[in-house]
Each structure stands twice: as C-alpha cells, then as structure tokens.
C-alpha cells in the first residue's frame, strides 16, 4: 500500500514520453479532502530548479489539492521558458482536478540544462487526469503504478505505511536511488494522511521526521537541485490526530522510505551505517559521520572487504576543532561489531572484520559527551563510476 | 636534477625491507652547512602520524641537519611504540651524520595502524650513512635514488630545479599519487636550497608557495595524517637572497611538483583545472572551487567525456551563503573553452565540448567580485575504485 492507503486520496500513473525508455514517467496524487493542507521539505541548494521554484510559491498557503511528478528531466536550470513549463503543467493538472493551480506542487526529475516537452507534458496530464476520475484511482494498484512512475534508476518501486490504532493512516511512495543518481535525481517523496491536522503540524511533524531520516541519507554527498518531501492531508478519517504520535510513526515511514532508497542504491555492494556515539551534541555526531561517509577512500575500502579504520579516523581527523571536540588519540573503532581501535590504537586484528554482508556497522566513540547520531551510505564502486560517467544523464 | 641540484646538499635512497615489493624505501637528505636553517608544513589533519609529532618537536627551533622518510609504513596510530619508533629512527641517523636527533626530520608514508620493523629502519639508517659519506652523495644520481626511495603508487620520480641569476638555486623532489593514495599517503615533499636566509624568512616564503600550490591540489577530497613539506637550506652559495625573488622561484618549483603530483595520479585519466572567476574574495573562489572538485558525480561525468555543467552548478549549489556570495542564476560556466552555460541557462551546445584530451579546463565564472583562484583535481575513475579497493593498503 501507498500513498493511496490513506482515506481521500487517489493517484495515476501514466506515460508522457519523456523518459527516452518509454516507460512509465508522469504522476499524480490528488487529494480529494476534505481538508487540503500540506507541508513540504525543499533541497538546501541554492541552485533550485524550477518545479522548487514554483512549488515555494504554492507552499505559500499550506494548501495543496495534488501534487504532480515527471522524470524524464529535471527542468533545471532551463530559465524563463523552463518556469513557463512548470506554471503551464500545473494549469494543466488544476483544469484536469477542477482546483486551483495555484494549489498543485510540481516535481521534476532527470538532466539539468534541458527543456522539457510541455506539448507530452499536458497530453501526460490529460491521461492521468482520465485515470484518477475512476474509482479505481484510489486503489493500492492505483498507488503502485504513481510510484513506478516516479522511477528513474530505481530497481523497485518504494512505498511504506503506518497505520494509528487512533483510527489514521500514513502512506508514502518516494523514488531515487541514492548514489546512482544520473543528473543528481536522487529523491522524491510523497506522503499522504487522512488524520485531521493543521498544515503548521503537518510541517513541524515533516520537519523532524526528515530531520532524522532522509537528511540522514548520504549516499554520495551530492545534493539535488529538485529535492522534494511532500506531505498531503486529506482529513477523510475525520480523526484528530494526537501531533506527537503522528510524528512518532511519520518518523517511523520516513526511515523505512530511506532504507528502502539505501538498499536500493544499485551501484552500490554495501549498505553503511555510521554510528557516532559520545559525541559533544547531536550536530557535532553528524559531522563526524557524515565526514566519514564522504571519505572515497574510506568507501572504496568498505567496497574491497577491506576494515581500513585508518581511512575512517583520517576522515574524522579532517574536522575543524571548531565543527567537532575530540581528542584524536582518544577515538574507538569497530567494524561490524570487532572494536579494531581504542584511544587510537590498534585493539583487535583487522582480520577478524568480516565485511562480506551487505550490511556494514562503523561504530566510532568520540568520548567526548553523551549525544550520537547515524548516516546511512553506500560504498564506492565500479558500478557507481559505471552508473555516473557512461550515460549522459 | 633534484635536492642535491643545490651546494650542500647529500642523499641517499636504500632498500630497508619495509615495502613488501622490495624497492627502495629509505632516504635520508642532509644538509652540509654552513646553516641548518629549516621551515616545514605539515597536514592540518587532526589525526597527525607519528612522524609529524616528532617533527614538529624538532622545528621548535627551526634548525634541520637532516630529513630521513620511509615508505611501507604511515607509522600512524601506533601510539606510543610508533613514536618511540620514528624516536630511534632520528637517533639512528643523528649517529650517522654526527648531528643532534633533535634536528632530524622524520617522514613516514604507508598503511595507519601497523607498527613499522624498527630492526629493518635502523640497518637501513645504516645502509644510507654509508652512502652519504660518498662523495658521490652530493651527485643527480644520489638526488634521483633519494626520489625514488620515496615512491609509493607514484609511476616515476617528482624532481624540480630553480636556478637564480643572483647565484643561489632550489631543488625539490615530492612523491604521491594523488587520488591512488593507498593509505592515505598523498604527499612527502624534500625542499632544499643553498640561498642564505633566515628559518623566518624560509616559513614565510614556504607557506606563501604551498598556499597557491600544494594547497590547491584536491585530487580526492582526503586529507592525508602524514603529509609533510619541509625546505631546507644549507648557506652554502654564500648568497643572500631577496626574500621576494626566492618566494617567486619557491612557487614556481611549488607548482611544477604540484603538476607532476597530479598528472601521475593513475587512476585518474583526465587533469582538471577548475577556476572560478569574479568572485567575492579568493578564499570565496577556492571554496567554490573546491566544492565542484569534491562532487563525485561531477568527476565521474568528465571520466566519462559528459560535459555535465549541471553537476558543476549543482556542486556550487551546495555552499551555505555564508561562505560564498554569488547569484545561483547568475553565473556562466565554460568547459574547455564552450560556453555551455551563461547566467544559468543552456548557451553552447554541451555536444560542442572535446573531453578527450588528458587536460580539463573549467571557468565557472560568479559575477560577484574581481578575486579568483584554481583547484586541480582529477576524474574519479574505475582505476581510482580499483587501486583503492582491492589492495589492503
């Protein structure tokens, strides 16, 4: 089940003909209401590509009747006429749903520095405008086929829910496949809920979620241009939700939605999960893991079976003093559960790592306070390399 | 010709064991006088090896008789028996050369976390004292053995002469493989010159030199735990040299090592030279710079001959306001002299730009000041992945 699992919610699936594979490649989820708010996590680049751009604008209000998607390109950095294309796409999708345009979020996701095809655009629309008009549009297939028209390099479409004893649901479909982003692609998200919240809880209980989820995905330390998290309520289960639980389980969607995009990360052979503990606060945990989890070498190590805890504290080293507090000789290390490091020097043999499973735990204490955090990677590969430098994407 | 182009110079490049390939892994450079004056920079890596501690106790007073560096051991994360190791190495040699230990030098490139054969060290020490009380010591040949010595993944000696009009001359030899950086081990760079100047004068010009060169050589975004730059000087042309004219030739032997260090980085297959331009500040161009060399979906683009000026602007994307002004959508991108990009829109035809040279050249240019700065960088390759993966290294 998906982002149509939730009461008053219907989505479509279609192809548009952008994507030169010919699958799959325009979506939308509508929200039939009651209510129509909505909250949203844009990219942190300063360089935003024009369906952000536009979307900014539709956040304004905290309404949001749909939300339509395309791959097949990013409409970044396309300019004026590029901008023109996204307006138009949501004049397109409010004609089709009888809503203002000015309430569609517009998603795209593919190169940069080429215009789309606004004529496949509408006809796209017009399609997925027929298909959401059925019943059927709010079935779990429905929900299927609108997150498999959100893959780029996705092997599998990713969906997640979480349902409240309260009588609420939680759906979400997101697309993106971590490292192997072409063209930065690296993630959508769509999120649907029939709970009965204000936009304003919606956008606190969003933040805090990806705070400690999707912002906690590192893949290759390249940031999108078109990032989007979207969450949409629809107030169909008529059942105030209590804010705190609602976070409590969007949280728990938002991770399994991550470590789906993780494991997904086709490039990549190992699933890495830095953990930081005893660290000075929380923010200072993530610098340290996030330091490691854009070492090449430290990456590249992981993907030869190699436990080369040089490379991680050679990348912890790398931190201002100002950014982190350690005492550089006084850091532990353990991979996959062998403490290989203590207070800087060698404790068990590297041999006895064995790093043949997927799933890789680095374990570094700082013993520099109480907080700790994790970011999730994936390992430098062939693939990735392959993946990233024989397609122009 | 190498450190022993200038007078009063001896080295010297033995076989002690250490690398497993069984090549030359001991050099040792004297200085013959009259002065033993010294200036050093060493990595701003917090997590410094053994060698850089005891190195740094030894330019407390800014005199240097002598600079002993092996290969086959970063000597890093050895705690205190690594450091009682690089201890009695500068004892061996001090024996040697009738000089204090406290003014040996000691540099240490390999694997982090493997104690070093203090046993194999010292005979080696040995082996190369006997070499240096040859007059042949003081030759271009004795200059290349000491170049090789210090070879790791490097395919060829880094060797660079600078001859002043004024009677006084720099020679220099560096090893490191940029982006193959098997543990780590970027850079060990031997400076020596025979101008007179003070240990003040030689800081000053040193860092000025290393600043615009070494500095700005980011094959892979990793910060070495042993990296080293040490300039020497011995007195003996009996010349007082211009403290601003031996600046000019410092950085000009500075850049020329920096290029060779960078066009023997195997696995790279191309050299990119990323220059930012009209920016607010230099420090502002060198941290533009920077962010698009460290973007691995860039430089696996340019592996892959994709002019991708996306990635390019996706990187620049990425840097907080704080540390760099600019207007996302202001700023013309130039890949090997195409124009693809001006004031964030497509210009050029990408399909325009001829990536098959070796050479890489790109202009991003910000339109917020008149200050401007250069990284080089390298492609990220399969050989990188391969060189950094499947040796435990």
Redesign the interface.
Known sequence: MSVTAPAGFAAAGVTAGLKKSGGLDLAIVANLGPLANAATVFTS????ANPILWSQQVMSDGRVSAIVLNSGG?N????SIGFQTTHATAEAVAEQLQVSSGDVLVCSTG????QLDLGKLTAGVVDAGVALKDTAASSAAAGLTAAQAIMTTDTRPKQATQVSPAGWTIGGMAKGAG?L?P??ATMLVVITTDAVLSSAQLDAALREATRVTFDRLDS??????NDTVSLLASGASGVDADPAEFTTALTKLCRDLTLQLQGDAEGASHDVAISVRNAASETEAVTVARAVS????FK??I??N?P????V???????P?ADAAFD??GIDVAINGIQ??TA???DQP?ELVDLTPRAVSVVIDLHAGTAGATIWTND???D???E??????
């Open positions: 680049n300063r360089c935003k990013a970044c950095y396309t300019g190169l940069i520095g080429e490292m982003a063209g930065l290759d330390g390249c940031m999108s241009t854009r070492s090449n070498l590249a190590a993907y030869g190699d080369n805890w040089g490379r504290l050679a990348a912890v080293g790398t931190i003093e550089p000789y290989v490091c800087g020097e060698p590297r430098l590969t062939h990735y390399v392959e990233n430098s024989a397609y122009s994407s």
